[in-house]
């Protein structure tokens, strides 16, 4: 299988700070990177998938962005409703695995 | 608006199975896959397996082959989730998800709001 591994497991931040997650994958996966939100209780929510293309709907200050084994997502302006847990998933393989999650935390 | 709603909660012993449902509205049931993913208390997200949904072709992560089977009603636009065997591991909440490929570049789109699963004697 693919491993995904995200960087850092948790961050605190403030509101209006720039966030950047990391997710790396131990082989090369091209663009089948997706990203989700889950909030307590609630399931995922995608955000963000092929690596960088924006799902509809979901506020422009995230985006994507890498290819190959390395991917981030980036939080432009943190909001008070982005206080979440964050994964990466790889679909490259046909055995799809996510990442351990980073949860974003209020500072 | 598509949508997906799942069955109630389950308590089940050890060594019991489990069947958990997934009714989709709103949209062409058979034009999308369903995956199926869990996550067991204060746990990651775990992807067991997806299905085509217009000719029941299934793909299931290795450490639960021989144990799941996902299945779909196209007369009533439902799929199933069957676990077999459950140990005390297998407790989570269970969620489906719409996919708009079986590549999963497009990302699972829709989700249910989960199913929790307790396996306890």
């Known amino acids: 299988d693919i491993q995904m591994t995200q960087s850092p497991s948790s961050l605190s931040a403030s509101v209006g700070d720039r966030v950047t997650i990391t997710c790396r994958a131990s082989?090369?996966?091209?663009?089948?990177l997706n990203w989700y939100q889950q909030k307590p209780g609630k399931a995922p929510k995608l955000l963000i998938y092929?690596?960088?293309s924006l799902q509809n709907g979901v506020p422009s200050r995230f985006s994507g962005s890498g290819s190959g084994t390395d991917f981030t997502l980036t939080i432009s302006s943190l909001q008070p409703e982005d206080f979440a847990t964050y994964y990466c998933q790889q679909s490259f393989s046909t055995l799809w695995t996510f990442g351990q999650g980073t949860k974003v935390e209020i500072k | 608006q598509a949508q997906l709603v799942q069955s109630g909660a389950e308590v089940k012993k050890p060594g019991a199975s489990v069947k958990v449902s997934c009714k989709a509205s709103g949209y062409s049931f058979t034009s999308y896959a369903i995956s199926w993913v869990r996550q067991a208390p204060g746990q990651g997200l775990e992807w067991m397996g997806w299905?085509?949904?217009?000719?029941?072709?299934?793909n299931y992560a290795q450490k639960l082959q021989g144990r799941v089977t996902m299945t779909t009603d196209t007369s009533t636009s439902t799929a199933y989730m069957e676990l077999r065997s459950l140990r005390s591991d297998d407790t989570a909440v269970y969620y489906c998800a719409r996919d708009p490929s079986i590549s999963g570049y497009y990302g699972s789109d829709y989700w249910g709001q989960g199913t929790l699963v307790t396996v306890s004697s």
């Open positions: 082989q090369s996966i091209s663009n089948y």
């Open positions: 299905i085509t949904t217009h000719n029941g072709n299934t």
């Open positions: 092929a690596a960088s």
